[in-house]
C-alpha cells in the first residue's frame, strides 16, 4: 500500500448529540474513534486532533487553536505532526469506514497531478473528511488561507477544496455515512446487526478487542460448530472451535496464521463427523 499518514478530526461540540462526547460513543460494542483508527491501521503516524482519551492503538495527539475553531483550524494543527507525501484526513464519526476506501482513494490520490481524491457520496455531495490530499499543495493551501483571513478558524473546508483538484470517488453507500445525531447513532447500531452483516462486524469487534490480526474463514468455523453440535453435543460446538483456535496457534509458533487455522478445523470436521458415525452405525 503507499505510504501515508492519516489525520483524524475529533473534536468538535456535538451540539446535535447535546455536547455528548461523541468519539466515544459505541456503535458495534467500539467507540465510533476505534472504529475510524482501525480503518486506516496501516498509516504511519496517525495524529487525532481532539481531547486525550484511551484508543485502542497509538496515535499523536493535538488540539486546534483556538479549541473548537474547526475543521479547517483542526487540519491545520494535524499536518504538522505528518511527514508523508499523502495525508488521509477523516473525521472521527465514520461507523462504516473501512480500508477498502481508504486504498481506493490513495489509488486515486496518485493518479496523474492531481493534489488528491475525495469521497462522493450516494447524493452526489463531495466528502472533504473522508479524503487523501498529497501534503504539498495541502500546506501551501492552509498556508494561504491563514494568510489571506487572518487564521483558519471559523474557516469552511470549501474555501480549501475549492482551491484543489481533486479525483473523486464513489464508494460504497455507507463509506461517508457520518454520525451527526443520535437518530444517526441508533441508525448504525441497527445495520450493524442486520443479517448477512452481524457476524462480519461481531468478528471485527472481537479480534479489534483481542488484538488480533487474523483473517479467517469464518463459513469453516461455522461449519466445524453446526458438526460438533449435530454429531456430538451442543456445547461441543465453542469448546471445539475454541480448542481449534489453541492448536492453530500452537502449530504455527503463536502465529496462528490461516492456513494453521483451516488445518486445525478440517481435522476437528472430520473427527466429529465420524463421532456422529459411529452413534448412527448398528
Not at 93 to 104: G, I, K
Not at 234 to 248: D, M, N
Amino acid at each position: 500500500m503507499t505510504a501515508y499518514d492519516a489525520i483524524v478530526l475529533a473534536g468538535g461540540a456535538a451540539k446535535r448529540l447535546g455536547g455528548a462526547d461523541k468519539p466515544a460513543v459505541r456503535v458495534g460494542g467500539r467507540a465510533l474513534l476505534d472504529r475510524v483508527l482501525a480503518a486506516c491501521a496501516d498509516a504511519a503516524t496517525t495524529v487525532v486532533v481532539g481531547g486525550r482519551r484511551p484508543t485502542t492503538r497509538a496515535v499523536t495527539w493535538t488540539r486546534e487553536e483556538p479549541q473548537g475553531g474547526g475543521p479547517l483550524a483542526a487540519l491545520g494543527a494535524g499536518v504538522r505532526h505528518t511527514s508523508a507525501e499523502r495525508v488521509l484526513v477523516l473525521s472521527a464519526d465514520l461507523p462504516f469506514l473501512r480500508e477498502n476506501t481508504v486504498e481506493a482513494l490513495l489509488a486515486a490520490a496518485g493518479h496523474g497531478d492531481r493534489d488528491g481524491a475525495l469521497c462522493v457520496d450516494q447524493d452526489g455531495r463531495d466528502q472533504p473528511l473522508v479524503a487523501v490530499y498529497r501534503a504539498e499543495p495541502l500546506r501551501r493551501e492552509l498556508a494561504l488561507l491563514a494568510t489571506e483571513h487572518g487564521g483558519l478558524a471559523g474557516l469552511p473546508l470549501r474555501l480549501l477544496t475549492h482551491e484543489l483538484d481533486l479525483a473523486r470517488v464513489e464508494a460504497g453507500p455507507l463509506a461517508s455515512f457520518d454520525c451527526d445525531t443520535w437518530e444517526d447513532i441508533a441508525t448504525a447500531r441497527a445495520r450493524i446487526r442486520e443479517h448477512g452483516t452481524v457476524l462480519d462486524e461481531w468478528i471485527t469487534a472481537v479480534k479489534n478487542e483481542l488484538g488480533i490480526e487474523l483473517d479467517v474463514d469464518t463459513g469453516v468455523l461455522l461449519d466445524l460448530a453446526r458438526d460438533a453440535a449435530h454429531g456430538v453435543a451442543r456445547p461441543a460446538a465453542p469448546l471445539t472451535t475454541f480448542l481449534v483456535g489453541y492448536a492453530a496457534a500452537k502449530a504455527s509458533d503463536g502465529g496462528g496464521g490461516p492456513e494453521a487455522v483451516a488445518e486445525a478445523a478440517r481435522k476437528a470436521t472430520a473427527l466429529a463427523l465420524r463421532w456422529a458415525d459411529e452413534a448412527e452405525t448398528p
